[in-house]
């Protein structure tokens, strides 16, 4: 089969690999879409290799190259002799994490037990940690990490699922954590409701924060997204976000007008940027709840952190799309989340701005088209 392969920093190449064969407890699936996230360019780019040995110390790609792609759907091509509730046709996403449930182990781990799968003691992720992506033709997965499609005429479209995943599970982590600010009403909070909530940067993952808090939660207070594309910004608007430009006026100022100089509330850092988590001090009400979604943050001393702590904030740093289990083992987080799509509570497909019909397109996706003004979500279309 072909599969685009990461061989080293900054190369991809498209090259026959071994089809894999699924297990008992495995699926095949062909592979359908596969959506590019923003930790496939982290690993892209040299700035993060999760592919470790027994010892913790990153396998150069030199040795053992990887392939990417952690948000897959597809269609079951084969089953292993255990699999009963799924059968060649059905199509799915996936799940990329491989748990202590996924696999089948008869104790599971603290954090498999409680509900935190993508925590997992023995945790293993497809496309991330040096297991096959899904930016190939066929990947085999265990069964119980498929959770069936039952309506998307859009065959890029589910594979978001995963990235909702995340929100939904951080959201969760936001609802259950006590804090001065209550998100909902009815849910404590010392200070009352939250009034004003902001969300840094427009990307995917703030895009479907603006429509979970809004569509999904309810909330009906002031949203502020901070954004310096006007593409981004005027799809966050749709979504029935208050948008800055960060570029066009002093950040500061400007939460401070539209607020009243009350500051937020709640505020979910999108970005990674480094530059962004040295500025989130003077935004933030005291004792606000202060979400760090965004990964990387790269350039800051740790030392503007301080700042942070004098206001002090409940401070959250949730990540992956970890929850509990259906019945059937499958991954509840990712139940919810497909079903969110399949329902139009959230609207993926205006995030999707550009389309790969092919492997082929795949190195250029990587060293091109990422840094596009328009860009804000590639999907490989299979």
């Known amino acids: 089969m072909k599969a685009a392969v990461l061989v080293d920093v900054g190369r991809i190449e498209v090259r026959d690999v071994p089809c894999p064969d699924p297990g008992p407890r495995e699926v095949l699936l062909r592979v359908t879409a596969v959506g590019l996230c923003g930790t496939d360019w982290h690993i892209f780019a040299g700035h993060g290799n999760y592919h470790r040995d027994e010892r913790g110390r990153p396998i150069p790609l030199a040795r053992e190259p990887q392939i990417l792609g952690h948000e897959i759907a597809g269609i079951v091509e084969a089953k292993g002799a255990d699999v009963h509730d799924l059968r060649p046709g059905d199509r799915v996403v996936v799940d990329q994490g491989r748990s202590c449930v996924s696999e ?93 909530a902001m969300i840094c940067g427009a990307g995917p993952a703030g895009l479907l924060w603006v429509q979970y808090l809004r569509n999904v939660l309810g909330f009906d207070g002031m949203l502020l997204v901070s954004e310096p594309s006007a593409a981004k910004r005027a799809v966050a608007e749709r979504f029935g976000a208050e948008t800055i430009d960060p570029t066009g006026a002093d950040l500061v100022d400007a939460v401070l007008a539209r607020t009243c100089g009350r500051r937020v509330e709640l505020l979910v850092e999108a970005t990674g940027s480094g530059t962004m988590l040295a500025s989130i001090a003077p935004l933030v009400r005291k004792q606000a709840t202060v979400l760090l979604y965004g990964h990387g943050h790269a350039g800051v001393d740790v030392s503007v952190l301080s700042q942070l702590q004098f206001r002090e904030p409940v401070l959250l740093s949730p990540v992956g799309a970890s929850g509990g289990h259906e019945a059937d083992g499958r991954p509840s987080t990712y139940v919810r989340a497909l079903r969110l799509i399949e329902r139009g509570r959230v609207d993926v497909a205006p995030l999707i701005t550009h389309r790969y019909r092919s492997l082929d397109q795949v190195p250029g996706a990587f060293t091109g088209d990422y840094a596009a003004p328009d860009y804000i979500k590639g999907v490989v279309t299979l």
């Open 104 to 196: 089948g182990r008869s104790r599971p781990c603290e954090y498999c037990a409680s509900g935190d799968s993508h925590q997992c003691e023995q945790y293993q992720e497809h496309g991330i940690t040096g297991l096959p992506g899904g930016l190939a033709e066929y990947l085999a997965i265990p069964a119980v990490n498929a959770v069936r499609i039952e309506a998307a005429p859009d065959a890029a479209t589910p594979a978001l699922t995963e990235p909702l995943g995340c929100v939904v599970h951080a959201s969760d982590v936001l609802l259950r954590t006590s804090a001065r600010y209550a998100l909902q009403s009815g849910k404590g909070g010392k200070g009352g409701q939250v009034r004003c």
